[in-house]
């Protein structure tokens, strides 16, 4: 689990707060993604960055806001949350496409939020 | 309302046995296939992929089988210890760097 990272590793927040989730990577890697794990749902890709910028936004709704300011890193920026956004929240990265290894994706540990 | 989780089918299995997890995939246009172990707590763990000009690879206790006509995949898990005990993923990828999951099983390792 030390090639991606992931801060914090449990947050609890109210509906009312603004708090963000933080990722690292550290396999050079040039592709980002944000996932949602919910008890309900099998697991659901919410964003995509390819070299810092955002090629996939699944219908995420904008209380979710995501921040690619390097290839390392990756943030997911949170504010006027649900209860049923309680989830486990999933970084993972990859190479780019055109890379013959970007299929393969690789997780951090996931932060387990739950929204009051 | 009440809340109702995703129910996992479950995979019981003795130790030293062997496992066979089955997966049925959607898109024919798929060409590339991965199998994820998520142990609790942790994110999902990378097992072992397959592409499509293959019907079989092996790793280390492993084997994964694509069966394309039927849009089937299966992990094979030779001699099964507690330390496999985990929710199984499968993920097929049709287009550039996307995944698609299925929604797992759960494998429960007897000692």
């Known amino acids: 689990e030390t090639g991606v990272t992931q801060t914090p590793r449990h947050l609890v927040m109210g509906m009312t707060n603004k708090k963000s989730l933080k990722c690292e990577q550290h396999?050079?890697?040039?592709?980002m993604y944000w996932y949602k794990q919910s008890a309900k749902k099998p697991l659901e890709l919410m964003f995509v960055y390819n070299f810092k910028e955002q090629t996939e936004n699944n219908s995420v709704p904008s209380r979710f806001s995501p921040e690619c300011p390097n290839s390392s890193h990756l943030f997911l920026h949170l504010h006027t949350l649900q209860p049923e956004d309680s989830a486990l929240y999933l970084c993972?990265?990859?190479?780019?496409?055109?890379?013959?290894?970007?299929?393969?994706?690789?997780f951090g540990p996931g932060t387990r939020l739950t929204v009051l | 309302g009440e809340s109702v989780g995703l129910h996992l089918p479950t995979l019981s299995v003795q130790e030293g046995d062997n496992s066979i997890i089955n997966c049925a995939y959607s898109n024919s246009a798929s060409d590339y296939f991965i199998w994820y172990k998520q142990e609790s707590g942790k994110g999902p763990q990378f097992i072992i992929d397959i592409r499509s000009n293959m019907d079989k690879r092996q790793g280390q206790r492993v084997t994964v089988l694509l069966n394309k006509t039927v849009k089937h995949l299966s992990l094979q898990i030779a001699a099964t210890q507690p330390g496999d005990s985990a929710v199984y993923f499968c993920?097929?990828?049709?287009?550039?760097?996307?995944?698609?999951f299925g929604g797992g099983t759960r494998v429960l390792v007897k000692p």
């Open positions: 993920a097929e990828n049709a287009q550039g760097n996307k995944l698609t």
């Open positions: 993972a990265s990859s190479q780019p496409p055109g890379h013959p290894m970007t299929d393969t994706q690789y």
């Open positions: 396999l050079g890697h040039n592709a």
